[in-house]
């Protein structure tokens, strides 16, 4: 176990460095770092000193060792647009989509397994081919209509839901949540909806699918003919054994989250990491893009170490070493 | 039309040409499109739409690129069939006085044209990659496979993102004219090659070490030959159905990147910026620029999406 895990974390390591080499080229060779950050005006002298200052004389190596120093120490370097640290506007940001990102997240792993479970069991039943026949709209529909049509729906006809921003936040700190003011819990219900529709509708199918498989196996068949009652089979017998390949594709699907985060902010102008990058997209504002960029790997590579450890918990076979040629 | 048949070379007789007919008429594929109504109905409509974009300025009312035909004055009119509508403009016109109807077939024809461009870049990166992991073996394989790894990691959206805000400071960040379009479809090309490149890798694994690779090799064809002449026909069936499904994902994140602002400027239109326009006015109750571009773009997703799969299914020997 200790082999594997240490094998884990030297390829988060090597994705961590193989990303940060990205975003040191962006921020070092796209347009000019001097010019964006002093404008038209400054000497010949002053950009020198900035130059000098950036480190931008030394050898590309050393500047990218210096560059690895910096974000391992939390500088990412000044927003060419709003001239400010990229670390503060990053940590202004970051509760906002930590909110929306874990609540839709945890809503849709919730629904998905339940739902997944129930269009196994009833498999002919109408509610179950309702929902899928439902769930077919969600793979295939764009994050954005799905959020537009909320907005029509909720804000535009009904007037039920704020149809943008955060509402009301309480600040612990530099942490600002809104769950603690009914504004803020209203604003967040729809961007989590529409974010986590798509993943819903995944892990749901993926439930399904896994359930019918196991309820077909022989070990199902002899619960039953023991007589252990049907509720006790599903989901302490067939949903256990689903849950690997429903943990894989969760982790998988981190990379999807956040990828709609941003369609998702951008709709309801929810004022988290996302519509920040977008912004800074626009504008080419590359230090915000660079460290983005990073962030995104470094969340991307902390989920999946979770995930390969959390085999280790979900599947006993691995932790008696018996089985080293079963790993997922 | 008929007066250009003359050049062709001569025609097949009508014997053969119905041979062939019936042939394809009584193939597996042709057989299991028919017995699901489903995809028969997707196929109509995914033909439709692709029909009448191709024939936008044909079909087309009004032309969006002919600013004489533009008045600011019809602007934010509702549609035909709406109190104050007009008949000239059966969806009604957006914030700029453009007839709807007219710029959604330009818009759609836009975002097909897009979608099938960085489909082709795509394919192009992925495929050459692919085969050259896959025949040399070794250091490159692992190099490039390494590479398709750490990209598979990014959400592709991501990816698109980054490729454009990089691709328009280098290229200058106002450029006119056609300049946006191939930005973007060269970073919906870039962020979606690690498919097609893992599944010809795969396949190209296994055709090298046949026979004909070792014949062709012995007659001391190059390297590049053998790949591309040799193995590229054995190996391309499966990574046309991946384009087929792509296809819809390609015009998925076109329609993304134009809607977050990225993508296409609001003067081209293209689903994507239209229902970026529209939602602008959704809350002045002006819902028909955003819903028919919405309906469309659902509906063009939906069906080619449908399409792919059968496609995927009908061609996959272990599901027969």
């Known amino acids: 176990m200790i082999a594997y895990a240490l094998r884990s974390l030297a390829q988060a390591v090597v994705v961590t460095l193989a990303v940060a080499l990205i975003a040191f080229t962006m921020f070092r060779f796209v347009g000019d770092p001097v010019a964006s950050m002093m404008g038209q005006e400054a000497s010949l002298a002053d950009r020198a000193e900035l130059a000098e200052r950036l480190g931008l004389n030394q050898p590309v190596h050393v500047q990218f060792a210096r560059y690895l120093r910096d974000i391992a120490q939390g500088n990412f370097g000044i927003s060419y647009r709003q001239g400010r640290p990229v670390a503060d506007l990053l940590a202004e940001r970051l509760p906002a989509t930590v909110e929306l990102a874990v609540l839709s997240a945890a809503f849709a792993l919730v629904a998905g397994v339940a739902l997944g479970v129930y269009t196994a069991i009833r498999r002919t039943g109408l509610l179950a081919n309702f929902v899928m026949s439902f769930s077919l709209i969600g793979v295939s529909l764009p994050t954005f209509l799905i959020g537009i049509g909320l907005i029509y729906v909720f804000a535009v006809e009904l007037r039920w839901l704020p149809s943008f921003g955060r509402g009301e936040v309480v600040k612990f700190g530099w942490w600002s949540t809104g769950l603690l003011t009914e504004s803020g819990r209203k604003s967040l219900v729809m961007p989590a909806m529409t974010l986590a529709f798509y993943q819903l509708t995944l892990i749901m199918r993926l439930v399904r699918a896994e359930m019918l498989e196991a309820m077909r196996t022989d070990y199902i068949k002899f619960a039953r003919a023991r007589g252990i009652p049907e509720r006790s089979i599903w989901f302490r017998h067939a949903l256990r054994n689903t849950m690997i390949p429903v943990t894989t594709i969760a982790g998988l699907q981190l990379g999807s989250v956040i990828a709609f985060a941003i369609v998702t902010e951008s709709v309801f102008q929810w004022p988290g990491l996302g519509s920040l990058f977008v912004q800074a997209v626009e504008f080419v504002d590359i230090p915000v893009m660079a460290a983005y960029l990073m962030f995104v790997a470094l969340v991307f590579v902390l989920v999946n170490l979770i995930v390969d450890l959390l085999y280790f918990v979900l599947d006993p076979r691995l932790r008696a070493g018996t089985l080293a040629a079963a790993r997922p | ?320």
């Open chain 2, 1 to 320: 039309m008929a007066v250009e048949t003359t050049n062709l070379p001569a025609p097949p007789s009508r014997g053969a040409l119905r041979a062939a007919l019936s042939r394809v008429l009584r193939s597996d594929l042709v057989y299991s499109f028919t017995r699901s109504k489903l995809t028969m109905l997707a196929g109509l409509v995914s033909l439709i739409l692709i029909g009448a974009s191709v024939a936008a300025p044909l079909i087309a009312p009004h032309s969006p690129y002919d600013l004489s035909t533009i008045s600011l004055l019809d602007s934010h009119t509702p549609p035909a069939w709406i109190q104050g509508g007009e008949s000239r403009f059966l969806l009604g016109t957006d914030d700029q006085g453009r007839d709807l109807f007219s710029i959604i077939l330009y818009g759609t024809r836009a975002s097909i044209f897009i979608g099938v461009c960085s489909v082709l870049v795509a394919l192009a990166i992925g495929v050459t990659l692919g085969l050259v992991a896959g025949y040399f073996g070794g250091r490159i394989d692992m190099v490039l496979m390494r590479i398709a790894d750490v990209q598979l990691t990014f959400p592709a959206i991501l990816t698109a993102l980054l490729v454009d805000g990089v691709a328009r400071v280098l290229l200058g960040t106002h450029k006119t004219g056609g300049g946006e379009s191939w930005i973007l479809i060269l970073s919906i090309g870039l962020s979606y090659w690690v498919p097609y490149a893992r599944t010809v890798r795969s396949s190209t694994l296994v055709e090298r070490n046949k026979e004909y690779v070792q014949a062709a090799r012995i007659i001391g064809l190059s390297s590049r030959a053998i790949m591309f002449r040799h193995v590229l026909p054995n190996v391309t069936g499966p990574v046309f159905v991946l384009a087929t499904i792509n296809l819809a994902l390609a015009i998925l994140t076109e329609a993304t990147l134009s809607f977050l602002g990225v993508g296409l400027p609001p003067s081209e239109p293209s689903l994507g910026t239209l229902i970026n326009i529209g939602n602008k006015f959704l809350f002045a109750g002006e819902w028909w620029i955003v819903i028919f571009p919405s309906i469309t773009l659902a509906a063009l997703v939906l069906t080619v999406n449908l399409v792919g799969d059968w496609l995927r299914d009908a061609l996959n020997p272990k599901l027969r």
